[in-house]
């Protein structure tokens, strides 16, 4: 492994730490820690395909349209993915009926990994 691979993995690493760490169970309605949702649902595809597309698609722009270096450019595209995934949920919690879902995001983290494995992968191609 690289010298940028690893920096780019530890990048993605903390960025998964810092998402998860920022919610708290205490932070959230009760209502939202005890809704049932299922693991195998259409919605955590959902949640898994637009991260996982998200992050290619957002690369694919900042590397080959603007000339920004792989490594930066993963952490755009990783950030706003990831960002996008946690706004959602928190819009998620204030719909009447909705709730914040740590299932979701789970979701959202393995179509990140994936991309950005993706892209790890291949640097310069």
């Known amino acids: 492994m690289t010298r940028t691979s690893r920096c ?3 990048t ?3 960025a998964i ?3 998860f760490a920022s919610i708290r169970a205490n932070d959230l309605p ?3 820690t005890t809704v049932q949702d299922s693991w195998f649902g259409f919605d955590k595809l959902q949640h898994v395909s637009f991260s996982f597309l998200l992050v290619l698609g957002v690369q694919y722009i900042v590397v080959n349209k603007h000339s920004i270096e792989e490594n930066d450019a993963l952490r755009i595209s990783f950030s706003s993915a990831a960002s996008l995934g946690l706004l959602k949920e928190f ?3 204030k719909r009447p009926g909705g709730h914040f879902c740590k299932k979701d ?3 959202d983290a393995l ?3 994936l991309a950005t494995a993706i892209v790890l992968s291949n640097p310069g191609q």
């Open 105 to 107: 995001l789970i979701a």
């Open 12 to 14: 993605l690493w903390i």
């Open 30 to 32: 009760n209502d939202s």
């Open 8 to 10: 780019g993995l530890r």
């Open 91 to 93: 819009y998620d919690r």
């Open 17 to 19: 730490f810092i998402l």
């Open 111 to 113: 179509g990140l990994g």
